[in-house]
């Protein structure tokens, strides 16, 4: 059975090494989302990031503690993400919130599924194209407008002229753009354009696999880097999605 509604997707773009008392920060919204009693959570684990300071993280095979991007993903109606964010804000030292209009298509199991049958995707409010559900969320900080941009490239994919990555390329022209951030996500699996399946095995050290760079700033900033993308890629996908925007910066990252 299929059942659809329009819903907010936020994403929490933070680090692994934030905490929460004791505990990490990534976990401590999974599971405060799920005592909220929210659909469901994801955590998105990045290889390289930039951090709003212009640092850069890049994990490592030989480092035993390292700092890496993480993102955590959850998707339900404007007033549940508002009561997960309610607690979430007060104790958000650093990072960046973002919240998107999501059109939810719920796919219903058959027999092995036990959750009652009357159970629909929750949309808390009626809205329109002009009044998204991601603009209902209430929330503690005053959200700004911003976009997300999503580069979907290769793993092998090299800067012209140049020998290095060019997701890492991408993040070094963003850092010299001053953009508030960036993660690089990795797929074990997927294919472009050509059709060349990609794939990743437990005996493959290395492989072509999908990338996807994810930068989120306000919208001119990000229109006037889309030349450097344009220069950059010769082949692959770029995406672009309005957000609201809540930054929390600590104050010796500012620029």
Known sequence: ??????QVLCRFHITNLAHHGMEPLYQWIVETAHRDG???????????GLRPDGSVLHES??????????????VDGPNHVAKLLA????????????????HVVLYRGGEKDLRPKDVV??????????????WEVKTMKIPEEGVLLRVFIGESDREKGRDRALYEAIVMRAREAHLA??????????????????????????????????????????RA???VVDELVSEGLVTLEAV????????????
């Open 121 to 134: 995707p929750r949309c808390d409010v009626v809205s329109t194209k002009e009044a998204s559900t991601a």
């Open 1 to 6: 059975m299929k059942l659809e509604a329009e």
């Open 38 to 48: 929210l659909q469901g959570a994801t955590i998105l684990k990045g290889f390289m």
């Open 87 to 102: 607690h979430v804000e007060p104790v958000l030292k650093e990072g960046t919130i973002t919240l998107e209009r999501a």
């Open 61 to 74: 095979v030989w480092a035993l503690m390292q700092e890496i991007p993480v993102i955590v993903e959850v």
């Open 225 to 227: 880097f889309l030349p």
């Open 244 to 255: 609201r925007v809540i930054k929390y910066v600590s104050a010796g990252d500012a620029r």
């Open 181 to 222: 951030g960036a993660t690089v996500l990795k797929g074990p699996m997927g294919f472009g354009r050509h059709s060349r399946m990609h794939t990743a095995t437990l005996l493959e050290l290395s492989t072509d696999l999908p990338v996807v760079i994810e930068i989120v700033d306000a919208e001119e900033k990000i």
